[in-house]
């Protein structure tokens, strides 16, 4: 799912002002040449994304390799840029944010929504900044790269739309012919909320299949990042 040129760019980013904020999952990406790339440049935004506790129907846990990443990102804060650093970068920009909509869940319903909160104020910048439009990802518990409607992001829906204070749109899946079509065609600041990276091995590069642990290959991380 690959739309190039240089008014494309990816984030998992907020405001300057959000100086103490904790890292997300995946690595902070800038990259104008890829809207669905990974970072290949120094200059990357940093996270608006506060970690915390939840309960609920599953438990959010943060893996070694969530802390750990988490860990060096603080450390190499110095040398990223902030949203508000490349608002020339935003107008008339699809931006691909990573948000962190991993909130405890139960009978379909949100119990804690801080996690969703705590990125309103990033994608409004982008919004007021004339961004043509702002299409969110995220992981929702540990589906172990298995399609599962107990972790599927559609009861977020509701939640995000009234705190943004407009409707998003919400597409059943992250990647494919129907997530390339709506991204594409999205347009005068519409907003909208990928399917669950986590239904796909290659998101974390291994999941569970009948019950056997199973690694992805490099071409399916791959191909699940163009």
């Known amino acids: 799912m690959t739309a190039s040129g240089p008014s494309n760019f990816s984030t998992n980013f907020g405001p300057s002002s959000n100086k103490q904020s904790s890292f997300g999952q995946a690595p902070s990406m800038f ?34 390799d969530d802390k750990d990443f988490r860990e060096k990102e603080s450390m190499n804060l110095s040398k990223k840029l902030a949203i508000d650093d490349i608002p020339d970068k935003i107008k ?53 790269g298995n399609k599962n409607d107990k972790f599927s992001l559609k009861p977020v829906v509701g939640k995000v739309s009234e705190l943004v204070g407009k409707d998003v749109t919400f597409v059943p899946d992250c990647v494919g012919e129907e997530a390339t079509k709506v991204t594409a065609e999205a347009k005068d600041g519409q907003v909208i909320l990928l399917e669950n990276l986590r239904f796909y091995p290659a998101e974390e590069g291994k999941g569970v299949v009948n019950g056997e642990k199973v690694k992805a290959t490099a071409e399916e991380v791959a191909d699940f990042r163009e």
């Open 31 to 64: 990259n104008p040449s890829n809207f669905f790339g990974q970072q290949k440049i120094k200059g990357v935004p940093r996270s608006s994304t506060v970690m915390m506790a939840a309960d609920g129907d599953f438990e959010v846990k943060d893996s070694k």
């Open 92 to 144: 008339g920009s699809r931006v691909l944010m990573r948000v962190d909509f991993n909130v405890p869940m139960k009978d379909g319903e949100i119990t804690d929504p801080k996690r969703i909160v705590s990125t309103i104020p990033s994608i409004k910048y982008l919004l007021d900044n004339g961004a043509k439009s702002v299409v969110l990802m995220s992981h929702l518990g540990r589906p172990d």
